[in-house]
């Protein structure tokens, strides 16, 4: 494999892979909100 | 899913979006597309496109669906009806029930194979078989009359039970069904993708062929090529798969979204399942399919066939290489994974239909999952039954591909410009969990809408030379490439009959002639193959060529091998047709002016040189006005003839001629090929305006309730 096409592969999949485990580990330890008031889906 | 219906959890909720994204195309188009498209260099017009257009349609379409959610609306003819006042966007919001319908009765087919071929994998069903068979083995699955009946037995036995499973899953609704199937479902297929990712890394140099090296594989797909950046085709490939990717344009992400609470979190919950879907596309599908395909069958051939179809056609046979119980742990991971891709996604589709149908005529889940799955079985057995002749394609084109770009185009001009940018921008911060940064305000507003209808203008016409004209919307209207096909043939047949009499005069003639003089004409005979027999094949440098002839100087003609699938090939047809024409006109030549059009010297003198010296032990330089024995062959101004038409070359248009009873049979499969094609397209213009209809008739029950 060449250096370029390493580099390129290397960096976009810990790119993606990075910012995918940030958004799903936010999602996981972010606190619920308080319940609110009903609407059409209650 | 009835309106008291919710997600159980958050994380449900982003692995059932994740799962509605994520499919086959992660595993199979995602690594076409990038090595058809530049390799490496791909990857920044497709995360430009990710970050101008994907983002901005997953906000649009989750705030759309909650903001519909709140009125109680789960399909997208109401949802746009609460965003934009005028009657003409319910009619848009078909669409959203439309193209899932379109996609599900032939996505579920598709989901049925990875079934049949997980089983079959743990089964050792492809022990032991070769590329070929394996390739045999899926044609002869979903061929109509393999099975001696008419209609593939096993194909349609794993459709029944895949879309009863599907619908079995739906009727226990958003909490129940889908979102535990997701739970699963997904982890599964992240662990079995990154099973096959890392067995890809360490394949190597398998050593089968020269350039039979996974490395090589990986190489093909991020070796940077910048001058493609330049290439507008690049940039609109790359959109066009980040829009497939993301499944933006179906509906399926609004009506998940109307099961939320109106200030649950979307801009979060948004950006975690668009994410997880570039995870699986851009890590795990590009680690897959090609580098493990490379690594067994070379570089060479994977640039020619790679496709959709490798995933059934070579992937099995590639597995076979590891082992037994490797290679069926493989296959079970390898379609295990697109099961769970292919079921995440088609629950996801089947959602809209049975949210409108609640909503709108207060169907119990139960009722609206069983009728969703009648008409999935009526809408697919189109696909199934004549999956040759082109109705699978067509749903795939027009509900799969036209469709949703219509529809995305539409609805963010909507979310944009009708119902306004401040308002739909208060709607995707209401609640967000995350600081969406404003820049994505504009970009909404001014860029995505650009980027969207660049798509859609460029899917109707074929304005870049580059474009493949017959996948435009114009050209496919028009049947185009059956035309092409259809008229190709009839100007084929049009020669062979000619060529076939003149040619049997000329072989007439030359039987006496070489009778004539003693000589066997088999001491020049050409093989089909067209090597020639003697010591003069290396002697003979192609003066004239086309694809399937080759013209000596002398005059002589050379056939080329002919290739195993030369009827599917229009350009070895075209070549075959022009040289046909070439040499007829030839021969027509030969019948008016045989003395004075062809008795060169320049050509004749090397030929009869040629054409004596293995013949007379003698001296090898002849001149034809002095020997004696060439002297009747100059003046009955044959020896061109002679030279054209040796024997077995001869025999071979003869041959050639032969090949117009086929092609006979391949006209009648094409014009066959065209009543399936546009009777497809009637079907499903039939069911957008059911759909339509049926949206009218809620509308109008709606204004009866509002004034009782």
Redo the contacts between chains.
Sequence with gaps: ??T???I??VS??SL??I??FY??F???T?KP?EI?EP???? | MS????WGS??GL?LAMAGNAVGLGNFLRFPAQAVANG??TF?IPY?VSFLLMGIPLLWVEWSMGRFG????DHSTPFILDNLGKKKIWKYIGVFGIFTNLGVISYYTYIESWTLTYMIESVTGAFSGMDQAAVAGHFDSYVDINASGINFPKLAIGAFLVTLAFNIWILSKGISGGIEKIAKVAMPMLIIFGAFLAIKAFTIGDTGACATCDS??G??Y????QFSSLLDPTVWLAAAGQIFFTVSVGMGTIHCYA????????IA??A??AG??N??VE??LG?SVVIPISVGYLGLDWVQENAGFMMAFKTMPFLFDKWGPVFSELAGFFWFGLLFFAGVTSSLAMGTPFMGFMQDEFKWTRKKSAVVLGFIVLVMATPTIIFFQQGVFDEYDYWTGTVSLVIFAFLEVILFAYVFGIDKGWDEVNR?A??KVPTFFKYVTKWVTPVFTGTILLFSFYPFLSSQDANSTILYKLMNADIKDELKLIEDYKELPNSTEATVYDINEFMEYLNSKRGIDSTLFGFDGNAKRTGDHASALPAMVKSEELVYAPNGFLLWKPIPSDKEDSIATMKARMAAIKEVNKRLNELDENIPDTLLNETIILPQINNYLDNIYAGGSVINPKQDTLAEPLIDEGLVDVVNLFQGRNFTSLKQLSDYNPELEIYSKQLKKKKVFVNGSRLLLLVIFILIALMVRIAYLRREKLKTA
């Design positions: 494999m060449t370029s096409a390493l390129l592969m976009t999949q993606v892979a910012i995918t958004f799903f936010k999602v996981l972010v909100k609110e609407d059409e889906n209650d | 309106k008291k219906e919710s958050r994380v982003i390799g490496g990857i995360l959610g709140r009125f109680g490395m090589l990986f190489n797909l991020w070796e940077p109307s099961y939320l609470k109106k200030n649950d979190d979060l919950n950006m975690s994410w997880m570039e995870f851009v890590v590009a609640g969990d995350i």
